[in-house]
Every structure is written in C-alpha cells, then in structure tokens.
T-cell receptor, first 115, second 111 residues
Framework: SAVISQKPSRDICQRGTSLTIQCQVD?????MFWYRQQPGQSLTLIAT?????????ESGFVIDKFPISRPNLTFSTLTVSNMSPEDSSIYLC????????????FGSGTRLTVV | GEDVEQSLFLSVREGDSSVINCTYT??????LYWYKQEPGAGLQLLTY?????DMKQDQRLTVLLNKKDKHLSLRIADTQTGDSAIYFC???????????FGSGTRLQVQP
C-alpha cells in the first residue's frame, strides 16, 4: 500500500484568503482523488487529478474555487480559494495503487477552520 | 448517480457482536469497502470484498454481500471499546474509479 504525506494537518484561516494543501505519495500513481468531509458528514469527492491533464470536478465543485495541480506522478495540491466559514471541513487526498484490489489509501487529512 | 446508505448509529455492549448494514444502488460496483474513522483521525481500511464474493472473513470481521439486494454488512465479533468509531461503507465506481461513501455509522460500545 502507499504512504501519503498530507500537509498541513490543520489550519485556521481568515475568510477571503486561500489555503493550499499538499499531498505527497511514496509511489507513482496515475490518479489522485481529493475529498471533503464536512463536520459530522460523510466524504464527498471534489475532483480526480490525473498527471498531465486538467482535473475532473464533481458536480457542485468548480476549478475557480478548488484549483488543483498535478505536476508529477507523486504529488498534488488542492487550493481552497476565497474561503468562507462554509469551507470549514476536513480535506483528504487518496490514491489507489492496485486497481481496487487492496483498497484506497487516504492521507491523514487537513482540518480547515475558516473564521 | 450512485447512492450508498447506512444507519446512523449503533450501540452494543462490550463482548457482543455488532452488525453494521449498508445498501447501495450501483449494480456495476466491483469492489465494496469498509473504512473505520476514529475521532480526529484519518480513514483506516478495514476490509473489502469483490462483487463476485458472498462472504469474506478476516479475524473478528465478517463481510456479507447480497448482490441481488445490493446489501452489504460488516459483523464485528466480540466487540471491544476500542471498536468505537464511525464506520463507512464505500463502493468503487468503475467509471470514475473513485469511491462513493455512505453516511457512516457511529458505533458506540458500552462497557
């Protein structure tokens, strides 16, 4: 299984600012996934990031609000732009190394609070 | 789109068995997973089952899959206080290759 290093682990940000979350994987992966977990809720997929192409966003998420970079096969960033208190959530990155056989590995998450 | 549903809460006594249920709608699901999330922690993969299997056992965990009814369950034998957590079922979307998660079941184990 992969080891994912995600940072920052938590942050408190002012509304109107932006935060970039980094996700580093110890193996090369084609697809990386970004999820949001709002307080007390389940995980919702934000977007899928492929190296060398634009990220694919799910309904309700747009590139201007959540720009994603994927410069190589081991790294990705998610930016939460122009933040409001409604963006307070845990953001997680995830990878699948095995085509589903062994499950998806998740980063430890970034707990974001917007004040 | 896909939908995955779970009951929100389950309370059991220590030593009893816990059964957490999940239903899903995507008939093309290939893999179904159970994840555990403890307070303030990330997601831990507990087990998974391939869609052509009916049952999978892994130590105290037993997964049952009824593909006809699109029903998945996780049985935890001899439940311990350390099993208290939120349990998410998830199914793998063969198209997107991403996971769709259920709402999570909060398991409370009473001493």
């Amino acid at each position: 299984s992969a080891v994912i290093s995600q940072k920052p682990s938590r942050d408190i940000c002012q509304r109107g600012t932006s935060l970039t979350i980094q996700c580093q994987v110890d193996s090369q992966v084609t697809m990386m996934f970004w999820y949001r977990q709002q307080p007390g809720q389940s995980l919702t997929l934000i977007a899928t990031a492929n190296q060398g192409s634009e990220a694919t966003y799910e309904s309700g998420f747009v590139i201007d609000k959540f720009p994603i970079s994927r410069p190589n096969l081991t790294f990705s960033t998610l930016t939460v732009s122009n933040m409001s208190p409604e963006d307070s959530s845990i953001y997680l990155c995830s990878v699948d190394l095995s085509g589903g056989d062994y499950g998806y590995t998740f980063g430890s998450g970034t707990r974001l609070t917007v004040v | 789109g896909e939908d995955v549903e779970q009951s929100l809460f389950l309370s059991v006594r220590e030593g009893d068995s816990s059964v957490i249920n999940c239903t899903y709608t995507d008939s093309s699901s290939t893999y179904l997973y159970w994840y555990k999330q403890e307070p303030g922690a990330g997601l831990q993969l507990l087990t998974y089952i391939f869609s052509n299997m009916d049952m999978k056992q892994d130590q105290r965990l037993t997964v049952l899959l009824n593909k006809k009814d699109k029903h998945l369950s996780l049985r935890i034998a001899d439940t311990q206080t350390g099993d208290s957590a939120i349990y998410f079922c998830a199914e793998r979307d063969t198209g997107r290759r991403a996971l769709t998660f259920g709402s999570g079941t909060r398991l409370q184990v009473q001493p």
